[in-house]
C-alpha cells in the first residue's frame, strides 16, 4: 500500500513477460495492521522493538504522519468485514500480477487471520479511499533512489551485521546505485 516503487516498471515488465509478482511484507512490517500507534510506544513484544524492527522499520515507524493516517483506514476494514491485517493483504492480492504474498506471523492465529484475505475483493470505493489516505506515504518510481540512499546511507553497518557483503540498487536494466562494498562502511 505504501511501497510502490514496483508498480511502473517492474509489474508492466513482468506481466509482458508472462511473471508474477511474490510480494514481500505486504503490511509493511505490520504498520498497516495499525497496532502502532502515533505519539505512544510501540507494543510489547512487537516487531518494532527487536533489532530487526529497528534497522528496517525506522522510517515507517518514525513517520507520525503515516501513523496517523493508518488509523484512519480502520473504517475501510471494519466496512469491508475485515482487520487492518487482512485489508492490507487484500489489497495486494487483488493485483492480478501478484501470484503470492508473504505475510509474515509471530502467532499461529495470525495465519489464520491471513487467510481470511486470500478470497476477499475489495470494493472499487474502498480501493480509492485508501490511496487518498496514504497519497502523501505512497513511495513511486520517482522516489526509488532518494529512499534507498537514504536507507542504505544510514544502515551500512547493520546491514553487515546481516551477512550483506554489497549493495546494488537496479531499475530495469540500469545499475542506478552501486555496486557498494560494505567492507570499509
Same mark, same amino acid.
Given at each position: 500500500?505504501?511501497?510502490?516503487?514496483?508498480?511502473?516498471?517492474?509489474?508492466?515488465?513482468?506481466?509482458?513477460?508472462?511473471?508474477?509478482?511474490?510480494?514481500?511484507?505486504?503490511?509493511?512490517?505490520?504498520?498497516?495492521?495499525?497496532?502502532?500507534?502515533?505519539?505512544?510506544?510501540?507494543?510489547?513484544?512487537?516487531?518494532?522493538?527487536?533489532?530487526?524492527?529497528?534497522?528496517?522499520?525506522?522510517?515507517?515507524?518514525?513517520?507520525?504522519?503515516?501513523? &496517523?493516517?493508518?488509523?484512519?483506514?480502520?473504517? *475501510? $476494514? /471494519?466496512?469491508?468485514?475485515?482487520?487492518?491485517?487482512?485489508? %492490507?493483504? +487484500?489489497?495486494?492480492?487483488?493485483?492480478?500480477?501478484?501470484?503470492?504474498?508473504?505475510?509474515?506471523?509471530?502467532?499461529?492465529?495470525?495465519?489464520?487471520?491471513?487467510?481470511?484475505?486470500?478470497?476477499?475483493?475489495?470494493?472499487?470505493? &474502498?480501493?480509492?479511499?485508501?490511496?487518498?489516505? *496514504? $497519497? /502523501?506515504?505512497?513511495?513511486?518510481?520517482?522516489?526509488?533512489? %532518494?529512499? +534507498?540512499?537514504?536507507?542504505?546511507?544510514?544502515?551500512?553497518?547493520?546491514?553487515?551485521?546481516?551477512?550483506?557483503?554489497?549493495?546494488?540498487?537496479?531499475?530495469?536494466?540500469?545499475?542506478?546505485?552501486?555496486?557498494?562494498?560494505?567492507?570499509?562502511?
Amino acid at each position: 500500500m505504501v511501497w510502490r516503487v514496483i508498480e511502473h516498471e517492474v509489474v508492466p515488465t513482468s506481466k509482458a513477460l508472462g511473471l508474477g509478482q511474490l510480494v514481500f511484507s505486504p503490511m509493511a512490517q505490520g504498520v498497516l495492521t495499525g497496532k502502532y500507534l502515533p505519539g505512544q510506544s510501540m507494543p510489547e513484544g512487537s516487531r518494532g522493538t527487536t533489532r530487526a524492527g529497528e534497522l528496517f522499520m525506522a522510517d515507517l515507524l518514525g513517520n507520525e504522519g503515516l501513523l &496517523t493516517a493508518v488509523q484512519k483506514l480502520r473504517p *475501510l $476494514a /471494519d466496512a469491508e468485514g475485515l482487520t487492518m491485517a487482512q485489508m %492490507a493483504l +487484500a489489497w495486494v492480492l487483488m493485483n492480478d500480477n501478484v501470484s503470492s504474498a508473504l505475510a509474515g506471523a509471530s502467532r499461529p492465529e495470525q495465519i489464520t487471520e491471513a487467510a481470511g484475505a486470500a478470497e476477499h475483493r475489495l470494493s472499487a470505493e &474502498t480501493m480509492l479511499s485508501i490511496d487518498e489516505i *496514504l $497519497a /502523501d506515504f505512497i513511495s513511486n518510481d520517482a522516489d526509488l533512489v %532518494a529512499d +534507498a540512499e537514504g536507507w542504505l546511507g544510514r544502515s551500512y553497518v547493520d546491514l553487515q551485521d546481516f551477512g550483506v557483503e554489497s549493495v546494488t540498487l537496479v531499475r530495469g536494466e540500469d545499475t542506478v546505485y552501486g555496486p557498494m562494498s560494505l567492507a570499509n562502511a
